[in-house]
């Protein structure tokens, strides 16, 4: 009998995710899994104890798969932490190839926008594929010496693959954000010592000045938000709903008025989870 804790992530060994999982859960057991949809479901149905999951990246923007199945499995599955990866892609080939004889390059969609100039510029096509490591998979097994994967370092190992080329990302501070998720939320007794981050999601009416009154519940109660991102509600008409990071644990005065506000503003308000921020972020200039 095993008392690590089983981890879910999408791809295959040697994924962002994987080490992102091994980096956020010291110890685990990372479980690699095909589809964002089979990791959420496998930690609502106690297949795994957690899961890390992407949500946004510095350079290609939000992850809307996460949004939308972190909604769907809202209730059942709560945000427990977050990390934040600087992810360096390398350019992956077979041991007998050299990098001018590359003409497409297969990788997560994530990752070839994040490298999309340094591929133009190399003249490779990129081909998209559902996870960074599954594409360095695909290129050991098909042994072709003028295709490659956009992949980590980690995966040349796993897959037996050579790096061509490193540090190919375009932004040279490339970092993705990652959450951990679990069946249940943080519990706090007592005033956590550490920094907290609450995420939430809202429907505002269909009215003239609805997300102004909404967002204005936070800045009257001296909350400070971090990201916003909207998605379309997915009902009839032209309707949205909102994702809000914030600063402050849930349980904190400001963040209750807040809230108590906005229930008042919105159709419907949820608390995705309110977890400890993570170090690096803390860094980070990211007010809006
Ligand atoms: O394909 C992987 O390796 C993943 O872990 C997914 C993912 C993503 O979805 O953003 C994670 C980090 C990088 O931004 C690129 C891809």
């Keep these: 009998m095993t008392d690590r804790q089983r981890v879910a992530f999408q791809g295959e060994p040697g994924a962002y995710s994987e080490e992102a999982s091994l980096l956020s859960v010291p110890g685990c057991e990372p479980v690699p899994l095909p589809s964002l949809r089979d990791v959420f479901e496998s930690v609502a149905n106690k297949h795994t104890d957690l899961a890390v999951v992407p949500v946004e990246n510095s350079q290609a923007g939000s992850i809307h798969e996460t949004y939308d199945l972190l909604l769907e499995y809202a209730g059942k599955i709560f945000i427990r932490g977050e990390h934040e990866l600087r992810v360096r892609h390398c350019l992956l080939g077979i041991q007998d190839t050299e990098l001018d004889r590359i003409n497409k390059a297969y990788s997560?969609?994530?990752?070839?926008?994040?490298?999309?100039?340094?591929?133009?510029?190399?003249?490779?096509?990129?081909?998209?594929?559902?996870?960074?490591?599954?594409?360095?998979?695909?290129?050991?097994?098909?042994?072709?010496?003028?295709i490659a994967a956009v992949a980590s370092r980690?995966?040349?190992?796993?897959?037996?693959?050579?790096?061509?080329?490193?540090?190919?990302?375009?932004?040279?501070?490339?970092?993705?954000?990652?959450?951990?998720?679990?069946?249940?939320?943080?519990?706090?007794?007592?005033?956590?010592?550490?920094?907290?981050?609450?995420?939430?999601?809202?429907?505002?009416?269909?009215?003239?000045?609805?997300?102004?009154?909404?967002?204005?519940?936070?800045?009257?109660?001296?909350?400070?938000?971090?990201?916003?991102?909207?998605?379309?509600?997915?009902?009839?008409?032209?309707?949205?709903?909102?994702?809000?990071?914030?600063?402050?644990?849930?349980?904190?005065?400001?963040?209750?008025?807040?809230l108590d506000c906005l229930n008042e503003q919105s159709r419907w308000v949820k608390v995705l989870g309110s977890y400890p921020k993570s170090v690096d972020e803390a860094n980070m200039n990211s007010g809006i």
């Design 154 to 258: 980690r995966a040349a190992e796993v897959w037996g693959l050579r790096v061509l080329a490193a540090d190919i990302e375009d932004n040279k501070t490339n970092r993705t954000r990652f959450v951990i998720i679990g069946r249940s939320p943080v519990v706090h007794t007592e005033q956590p010592s550490e920094e907290g981050k609450t995420t939430l999601v809202f429907s505002t009416p269909n009215k003239p000045g609805a997300l102004y009154h909404a967002l204005g519940c936070f800045a009257k109660n001296n909350v400070n938000l971090t990201k916003i991102e909207s998605r379309p509600s997915r009902g009839e008409g032209w309707e949205y709903i909102f994702y809000v990071d914030c600063q402050g644990w849930v349980t904190d005065q400001d963040l209750r008025r807040a």
């Design 108 to 146: 997560h969609p994530q990752a070839l926008a994040q490298a999309a100039n340094w591929l133009r510029a190399h003249n490779i096509q990129p081909v998209a594929y559902y996870d960074t490591a599954g594409a360095a998979k695909l290129v050991s097994e098909l042994q072709d010496p003028t």
